[in-house]
């Protein structure tokens, strides 16, 4: 076999040391620092991104937070302002309940106080035409002329007894 | 026909004066040729894999870092941190055995590695670098290789003749595993596809198709005598820089 003819071992491991040689020098000096550096790039690019995909994504709890507390705030607000005008739509009615009524009653008054006095004075007037009628009556039936004293104290009589 | 293992003759291509004895060590020969032509491969591959170092690789950079990660990986978990201070030689010596097996699957190439004479020297190299690594690091407690803590003592006469023995073959099983896979495949192939051209058109069939399947097999072995080569490099760095 030609593996153990020693003539050829000089020259094959001579060439073995100057070609593995050169292999190391391309290896360790070209292959790796360039695949290295590839690969070293590609895992901070990733490292980068996770990063920034962490801060980004604290950074939106953060204004949902924000947001919500700002929401929170305006309806407590809106809440405050609403029942502000409620109370202040309540006095308003109010007072203007009091007035009114003050108003009415003050109208319930006078109306009242007008009808008594126009009671009055058609209860007088009555008592005048029942005077006068009843003057007539009698001077009609009787022919008599009595006096106004007289008929004024009849027609007293008559309507105390009627009333 | 021609015998089956003339194609592991190494024979000069530039001719060079010898007169009948022994080749000169400068003689380039068809072995020369086939060192040459991988380290030139190896050199091609790497520069069309680093050429652009892209974020989202490309085919050939793609097979760059799987070749990369693959013995990064095989050293950090063969040896650990601490050896990838050999991870270029590693790493060469992988590329430099699996494109030497691929190369000599070319028809009328030359396989370098199915000489004892290279893969002795790679074994070696590698035995000597590994135990003066280990008694570097270790000085005088590397030789408890050869007697493991907690052994009882009355074991020391059996335990360190088999210890020594299994450390110094290490070099001879080494070499022999490569070279003897690689010429017996050679071997073989060439033999079968001698019958191929004996047995005629119609015979020839049958031993055409166990010769292909034959030639796949030989690629998967070439692919896996480098991976064996290499991870039992990275055994016995392991033994020398973290003992067992």
Known sequence: MPQFDPTTFASQLFWLAVTFVLLFIVVSRFAIPRLGEVLEQRQKLIADDLDRAHQLKAETEEAIRSYEKALAEARAKAHDVLRAAQDDIAKAADERNKAVNAALAEQIKQGEARIGKARDEALASVRDIAGGAAAAAVSRLAGLSPDEATVQAAVSGVMKESA | ?244
């Open chain 2, 1 to 244: 026909m021609a015998s089956p293992v003339e194609q592991f003759a190494v024979k000069p291509i530039i001719p060079v004066a010898h007169e009948g004895g022994a080749l000169p060590f400068y003689a380039f020969t068809n072995s020369s040729a086939a060192m040459v032509a991988a380290v030139l491969v190896a050199t091609v591959f790497f520069w069309l894999a680093t050429r652009k170092r892209a974020v989202v690789p490309g085919r050939w950079q793609a097979v760059g870092e799987v070749l990369f990660d693959f013995i990064a990986n095989m050293i950090r978990d063969n040896v650990g941190k601490e050896g990838m201070k050999y991870f270029p030689f590693v790493f060469t010596l992988f590329v430099f055995v699996f494109i030497g097996n691929m190369l000599g699957m070319l028809p009328y190439s030359f396989t370098f590695t199915s000489h004892i004479a290279v893969t002795a020297a790679m074994a070696v190299v590698i035995f000597l670098g590994v135990t003066i690594i280990g008694f570097a690091r270790h000085g005088f407690h590397y030789l408890h290789m050869f007697f493991p803590h907690g052994a009882p003592l009355a074991t020391a006469p059996i335990l360190i003749p088999i210890e020594l023995i299994s450390y110094l073959s290490r070099p001879f099983s080494l070499s022999v595993r490569l070279f003897a896979n690689m010429t017996v495949g050679h071997i073989m192939l060439k033999v079968l596809a001698g019958f191929v051209v004996s047995l005629g058109v119609v015979g020839g069939i049958v031993p055409f198709a166990v010769v292909s399947g034959i030639t796949v097999l030989e690629f998967f072995i070439g692919a896996l005598q480098a991976y064996v080569f290499t991870i039992l490099t990275c055994i016995y760095l392991n033994d020398a820089i973290n003992m067992h």
